[in-house]
């Protein structure tokens, strides 16, 4: 069964730092490039990063660009999103997805609809 679990959110300090886990099971992610996406509640989901599959290439979107570092271990077929110095308006549900099957990361903001499977999401609340 394919799955994706997202984990490592919770509420965190505006200036603090948080990492997200995103877990594969059920196949190999060696050969998928990942993004990730987060949304609000009543907005659209949007592209925040991307790690392609083959070279590690990563992609951010401008407003988290010098603040989050997306990663991958292979050999624990899990990716991270390292969040540093988050802000209140950084404040979503986090999802992460993989790109269809051995395409890597286009040089551009993320699109749900390039993605195929999905997890849960993790909820990340930035207060003080």
């Known amino acids: 069964q394919v799955q994706l679990v997202e984990s490592g959110g919770g509420l965190v300090q505006p200036g603090g730092s948080l990492r997200l886990s995103c877990a594969a099971s059920g196949f190999t992610l060696d050969y998928y490039s990942i993004g990730w996406f987060r949304q609000a509640p009543g907005k659209e989901r949007e592209g925040v990063s991307c790690?392609?599959?083959?070279?590690?290439?990563?992609y951010y979107a401008d407003s988290v660009k010098g603040r989050f570092t997306i990663s991958r271990d292979n050999a624990k077929n899990t990716v991270y999103l390292q969040m540093n110095s988050p802000k209140p308006e950084d404040t979503d549900v986090y999802y992460c997805?993989?790109?269809?099957?051995?395409?890597?990361?286009?040089?551009?903001?993320?699109?749900?609809?390039?993605?195929?499977?999905w997890g849960q999401g993790t909820q990340v609340t930035v207060s003080s």
């Open positions: 997805a993989t790109l269809t099957y051995g395409r890597k990361c286009p040089y551009r903001t993320p699109l749900v609809y390039e993605y195929d499977y």
């Open positions: 790690i392609s599959n083959s070279d590690g290439t990563t």
